[in-house]
């Protein structure tokens, strides 16, 4: 029961220590750059939604060029063309 008061103070205090964090702010539009940073910025968000909007594409591709390499190396193992001399 003595920690009781100190609780109480600690979890009033919680509200006070989460407003003084400050959220980062996002803008869109069209305009002059004043710092190199807020161009890089932008060149990353761009670059992550692109590659974000590719992924699904790139996956589909990757998937079916996979299979046929695997089955032709099977299909090389069991013809034992791997075993075989040079012409």
Same mark, same amino acid.
């Given at each position: 029961? +003595?920690?009781?008061?100190? !609780? &109480?103070?600690? &979890?009033?205090?919680?509200?006070?220590?989460?407003?003084?964090?400050?959220?980062? @702010?996002?803008?869109?539009?069209?305009?002059?750059?004043?710092?190199?940073?807020?161009? #890089?910025?932008?060149?990353?968000?761009?670059?992550?939604?692109? &590659? *974000? #909007? !590719?992924?699904?594409?790139? *996956? *589909?591709?990757?998937?079916?060029? @996979?299979?046929? &390499?695997?089955?032709? #190396?099977?299909? +090389?193992?069991?013809?034992? @063309?791997?075993?075989?001399?040079?012409?």
């Amino acid at each position: 029961m +003595r920690w009781l008061p100190v !609780m &109480v103070a600690l &979890v009033g205090l919680l509200p006070g220590l989460a407003q003084a964090q400050g959220l980062p @702010t996002l803008t869109v539009g069209i305009g002059e750059a004043t710092e190199p940073g807020q161009v #890089s910025t932008t060149l990353q968000i761009l670059l992550t939604l692109t &590659v *974000l #909007s !590719m992924a699904p594409a790139i *996956l *589909l591709m990757t998937t079916g060029f @996979t299979r046929i &390499v695997i089955v032709l #190396s099977f299909v +090389r193992q069991a013809m034992g @063309t791997q075993q075989m001399p040079p012409n």
